[in-house]
């Protein structure tokens, strides 16, 4: 189902705050932080879901964008947030999104 304008910037709002209650980095407590921090991420997590990528595929994309593009060091819980949001992210567009693309 292809989106229009306001179903892809509701879709587009919906995976921001998804990833805004992940926050990997732990900005989104601060008062006044932009709630863009994590947009970069947000077209390449939508891409995987429309293409019905597993768990763990997003949960490698999830891992790159942890350890590789914001530079923050393996945690022993990383793994299990990583899934946990993997997961999330899974449902929220298999319940909501199926089938969609802009």
């Known amino acids: 189902m292809r989106l229009n304008k306001s179903e892809s910037r509701k879709r587009w709002s919906e995976i921001r705050s998804l990833w805004c209650e992940w926050d990997p980095i732990g900005v989104m407590s601060m008062p006044d932080w932009p709630r863009d921090e994590y947009d970069s991420y947000l077209g390449p997590t939508l891409r995987l879901l429309e293409k019905d990528a597993s768990v763990q595929e997003v949960m490698q ?9 914001m530079g923050l060091s393996e945690s022993p ?16 567009y298999e319940k909501d999104w199926a089938d969609s693309h802009v």
């Not at 990383?78 to 449902?91: D, I, M, N, S, Y």
């Open 61 to 69: 994309y999830l891992a790159w964008a942890e350890l590789e593009h």
């Open 77 to 92: 819980q990383a793994h299990t947030r990583r899934q946990a949001f993997a997961t999330q992210l899974k449902e929220w």
